[in-house]
């Protein structure tokens, strides 16, 4: 009976999670990412409106038969303006983006470690594909009740 209790107890409480499903499925995830979608538009106006005018000036010059130096220089500047912008904004939404998944991921880890410490866990692990976890009996998954813990936490309850 001893030895029954001692291997019962000796192994550890382990669980494993889909990470991309956990990552997908959080409230805070979807809020940030309407946050980008906002901002990400908002740069695509400003660089469709560039555009425009950039295409508006293109087709004036196209019109007249001569050409003063000076508009073409304003040509070659908004042509510069629109790339330079867009460059930037691509720059800046990569930048944004790696912060935002990196603020979810801190939040997460904190969230999935109360977790496991409120549920006697000494390990969860996670599965994203990448052969981190090569196999683990479905029994053991726990991301739809990691899923719900993490919402109901980020939502204050």
């Not at 469709?48 to 050409?67: C, F, G």
């Not at 983006?97 to 991921?105: A, H, P, R, S, T």
Request: net charge negative; glycine share 4%; charged share 30%.
């Amino acid at each position: 009976m001893t030895v029954i209790c001692y291997l019962f107890f000796s192994f550890p409480h382990t669980a494993y999670i889909n990470n991309t499903r956990v990552f997908e499925e959080f409230h805070y995830k979807k809020e940030l990412e309407k946050k980008f979608d906002a901002i990400r538009n908002t740069r695509k106006n400003l660089l469709d409106s560039l555009a425009l005018r950039t295409e508006l000036m293109s087709e004036k010059i196209k019109s007249k038969k001569q050409v003063s130096e000076e508009l073409y220089l304003e040509f070659e500047n908004m042509k510069k303006e629109y790339y330079l912008k867009k460059q930037q904004f691509d720059e800046d939404n990569n930048t944004l983006l790696n912060k935002y998944d990196n603020e979810i991921w801190m939040q997460l880890n904190q969230y999935i470690k109360e977790y496991g410490d409120l549920n006697n866990y000494k390990y969860i692990f996670g599965t994203a594909g990448l052969g981190t976890l090569m196999y683990a009996k479905e029994s053991e998954d726990i991301t739809d009740e990691v899923i719900e813990f993490v919402n109901k936490k980020y939502e204050g309850e």
